[in-house]
């Protein structure tokens, strides 16, 4: 069962180390293929856009992206499960495309996975347009999985 949070109690912080255990702690239970504290550490090193969004003390969800000359790649957006479904991955979404364009970016990009049919849906729904694949871009069980590339004109 979902836990329901209303819009007015979440905001974004910024993504720290110190509180990268609770972010690992999301990344594994949401993915079968997390990413590894070191990837999170060496983003927030290079100064990349990390934000958590979170309510109540609680962590609702967060994202990372990196800034290009004029664009910005996505490259982690993860709603805890049992916040799923209740727009949290929209807003997120838009709070990075605000950022972006307050960065002078005029591309949003991100890579999913072929088989993340929910997330592809999210991303259509906000704009986002496919563009290409990439053959084997993400690890999966026995293997490697293709990656949708997708684009948005910000």
Do not use: C
């Not at 180390?17 to 079968?32: F, I």
């Not at 967060?62 to 664009?71: I, L, N, P, R």
């Amino acid at each position: 069962m979902s836990a329901v949070v209303q819009p007015a109690e979440a905001e974004f912080l910024p993504m720290t180390e110190d509180r990268l255990s609770e972010v690992m702690a999301l990344e594994q239970l949401a993915y079968s293929h997390p990413w590894t504290r070191g990837n999170f550490s060496d983003s927030l090193r290079s100064g990349y856009q990390a934000q958590l969004l979170q309510a109540g003390g609680t962590l609702l969800g967060y994202f990372v992206a990196m800034k290009g000359v004029d664009e910005v790649h996505l490259l982690n957006i993860t709603v805890a499960p049992a916040y799923q479904g209740q727009g949290w991955g929209r807003a997120m979404l838009d709070g990075l495309s605000l950022w972006s364009r307050s960065q002078g970016a005029q591309w949003l990009w991100l890579e999913v996975r072929v088989s993340n049919t929910r997330a592809q849906r999210i991303y259509e729904r906000h704009g986002f347009r496919t563009v290409g694949q990439r053959p084997g871009y993400y690890p999966a069980h026995g293997g490697r999985e293709d990656a949708i590339v997708m684009s948005l004109k910000l």
